[in-house]
């Protein structure tokens, strides 16, 4: 791991330090899941728990250095034999196995965690890293509480475990203490004054008690670290950790800073929604790059400028980080470009439309609500005139269905192509399903649907359902919108609303 000065390997705690927020425990079989999902993400590390803290750790770690192949699995202990001879047997089946152990360096925790002094905690970390050595290459040594230490004495400590044996040295601000400089010139007073450092590979370890830990990770990272140490949504103890996707968003967008991860971020969305499901932690709306406000404009000035040039106002492409778009949220404070950007979204020829007539009756249902949503907009065409007279595209002239038991489902659609007429029949295990797969003999495309919601408007077996439909096509994905009191053509009108915009 020492071959390229500018590469930022990246540490993921979530299964072990995020895991530990009371409520938040996962299953193995969750851990897996998590476990795989960081590995396609690309991390170096996974802290797989911590194996004499309970049964369940100890399997979890177990199970995970057999499921996982390319990052390093890692255990936590404390710097005694035991904790370390549970670890070396929980990582037996691990193809990369890490030993993370460590002690206090702060006064504080010398004196009042631990009732002892310098020189014996300092004796007990070099023992700790001499014993894991003996079973396990690869040793991270942590300086628990190192953001309160003296410098002099935590380099002394660093010095002293790499001769030990360790690969790695984590420095971290257990509580959250440091601001950026102090972190920084802590970091750098390391490099300058431990004689062998240029044997370990640096990591810091913030926590956000300050709101800092981000900003302490890369005034780190600016003065010589090399290993980040992260978890998914920033989700730890008390205010949680570093956030991993803030870390490696702010190097992939900072290249003056000359570093580098091996992450791909395109999963980074959905990979904080799996971590928030199953860890039962909501995202903030506002959290950066992957809250639900992150890509979201609902002023006029930021949507103008946004619709005009995406980087006016948004410095990362939100495709980088697995969204398939910004959003625009439509409000009284919106203006006529963000309200064309939806309709045209939404299938209309803006040629057709009065947008001056519209935008006045679109103020007046914004004044009454917060946002406007895409029913409202529908709503909204539908009172000006006929909806068929705003949109273009492919039509449905006639569509047939024949179901019910025991008949097989087949459906006849007839399609207006441009003015020609084409017409397919298939058949399907619904009759939704035969419909869909008529369209597509017809237009030739190779479509998934993603979501498919069928709603009704205000209740009732003769109301009018409303379908609201997302598919995928060519690596882009399309939605679409459909209504009638029929449910199979609500469907097929979902459906062509979505096909339309790429034909």
């Given amino acids: 791991m020492l071959h390229d000065p500018n590469r930022i390997y990246i540490f993921d705690t979530t299964l072990r330090d995020g895991e530990q927020v009371p409520g938040c425990q996962l299953t193995t079989s969750e851990k897996i899941e998590i476990a795989l999902r960081l590995e396609a993400l690309g991390v170096d590390v996974i802290e797989a728990g911590f194996p004499i803290s309970s049964p369940g750790d100890f399997e979890s770690v177990v199970a995970l250095s057999k499921a996982v192949t390319e990052p390093i699995i890692c255990a936590l202990t404390r710097a005694n034999t035991k904790d370390i001879d549970c670890a070396v047997e929980s990582l037996k089946h691990a193809k990369r196995p890490r030993i993370h152990t460590g002690i206090g360096s ?67 601000d257990t509580n959250g203490y440091c601001l950026p400089d102090q972190y920084g010139a802590k970091i750098k007073y390391l490099m300058d004054h431990v004689k062998n450092i240029d044997q370990a590979i640096i990591s810091v370890h913030c926590h956000n008690d300050l709101g800092l830990a981000t900003a302490n990770t890369i005034a780190g990272i600016q003065n010589g670290a090399r290993q980040a140490e992260c978890t998914i949504n920033g989700i730890g103890e008390r205010a949680g950790n570093t956030a991993l ?43 950066a790059i992957v809250g639900k406000n992150a890509f979201a404009h609902s002023s006029g000035i930021h949507q103008d400028g946004v619709l005009k040039h995406r980087e006016n106002y948004e410095i990362i492409n939100p495709e980088d980080v697995g969204i398939d778009s910004s959003e625009i949220i439509l409000t009284a404070r919106s203006g006529r470009h963000a309200l064309k950007h939806h309709l045209e979204r939404l299938g209309y020829v803006l040629e057709k439309i009065n947008i001056d007539d519209v935008y006045e009756r679109f103020l007046v249902v914004a004044d009454s609500k917060k946002e406007i949503k895409d029913d409202d907009l529908l709503a909204l065409m539908s009172s000006g005139g006929s909806e068929r007279n705003y949109k273009a595209g492919v039509t449905v002239k006639l569509l047939q269905v024949m179901c019910g038991d025991p008949l097989i489902p087949t459906s006849i659609v007839k399609l207006d192509i441009r003015g020609e007429l084409k017409e397919a029949s298939s058949s399907g295990n619904g009759p939704v399903d035969a419909t869909i797969k008529a369209i597509n003999s017809i237009i030739e495309r190779e479509v998934e649907i993603k979501d498919f919601h069928i709603d009704a408007i205000h209740g009732g077996s003769n109301d009018v359902s409303k379908v609201n439909m997302r598919i995928k096509y060519d690596g882009k994905h399309y939605n679409g919108y459909g209504f009638s009191t029929d449910i199979v053509q609500a469907s097929a009108n979902a459906y062509l609303d979505a096909v339309n915009k790429f034909i």
């Fill in 106 to 172: 702060s006064d504080m925790h010398i004196k009042y965690k631990f009732n002892s002094t310098r020189e014996d905690i300092l004796q007990r970390g070099v023992d700790a890293v001499k014993y894991a050595k003996r079973f396990v290459e690869d040793i991270e040594f942590y300086a628990e509480d190192a953001g309160r230490a003296d410098n002099a004495f935590l380099a002394q400590m660093v010095e002293a475990v790499i001769a030990a044996g360790a690969t790695v040295v984590n420095i971290p």
């Fill in 245 to 287: 996707e803030e870390v490696a968003m702010i190097l992939k967008t900072h290249q003056a800073l000359g570093k580098y991860t091996n992450i791909n971020s395109k999963h980074f969305y959905e990979l904080s929604g799996m971590v928030s499901r199953m860890m039962r932690m909501p995202v903030q709306p506002n959290k």
